[in-house]
């Protein structure tokens, strides 16, 4: 017999997507489909909204949000606290079923979280909620799975009329490999030895890493 009390929590299955802000849709195109290599999977756009996400493993995307007018983003290196306006707008956390959206809101709501939906996307259903931060979340179940890319802009530039594969061609090939074997030290950088030293972690073999 088990005694053992249900879990309260639902079965979560990645970051669905990171929810971005760009004023230039184009040279956002070119950098992750054509430079990093990114499979455009899904561009959606009605009269207010354009949402184009890119692929990083089937369940995980860079999103954006085409904003003409918002605020340029000022230069910065990451981790530097700053007051200037940022590029970001949500994250999507990915959910197993519906059942686990639902138990998800339920349990939201019973804390004090105020929180929206569900709001059937037509690919997926969605609730939108905040964290004590003032984050904007967004859990995501997905009621449709595609079996190809879905670029259903009617509006979009030619950059993404040329389709959802990567087109390497648009950027320089490389020119000469990256051979330095040490990087510059940085936050964090002695708790890889600790680590190893208290038999928490082991160091990665470079060699069969180079071959992956």
């Excluded at 489909?33 to 692929?55: I, M, N, P, V, W």
């Amino acid at each position: 017999m088990n005694n053992e009390s249900p879990s309260p929590y639902v079965g979560f299955t990645g970051v669905s997507h990171l929810a971005f802000i760009t004023r230039d849709l184009e040279a956002t195109v070119r950098f992750y489909r054509d430079l990093l290599g990114l499979r455009l999977g899904l561009a959606l756009a009605d009269s207010t909204t354009k949402h184009y996400f890119f692929e990083l493993t089937p369940r995980d995307s860079i999103a954006f949000f085409v904003w003409d007018d918002a605020a340029p983003i000022v230069e910065k290196r990451p981790g530097v606290p700053t007051r200037a306006p940022r590029g970001f707008d949500h994250v999507a956390l990915g959910v197993a079923s519906k059942r686990d959206l639902l138990a998800l809101r339920d349990r939201l709501d019973a804390a004090g979280v105020s929180v929206e939906g569900p709001i059937d996307h037509g690919l997926g259903w969605s609730i939108y909620f905040k964290d004590p931060n003032n984050i904007d979340l967004e859990a995501s179940w997905t009621s449709v799975e595609l079996s190809a890319p879905l670029l259903a802009d009617p509006t979009a530039p030619l950059v993404v009329r040329e389709g959802s594969e990567p087109k390497p061609e648009h950027w320089p090939a490389r020119r000469q490999p990256t051979t330095i074997e040490g990087a510059k030290p940085g936050a964090g950088h002695e708790l890889g030895a600790y680590a190893v030293e208290r038999g928490i972690g082991r160091y990665v073999d470079a060699a069969l890493e180079s071959v992956r």
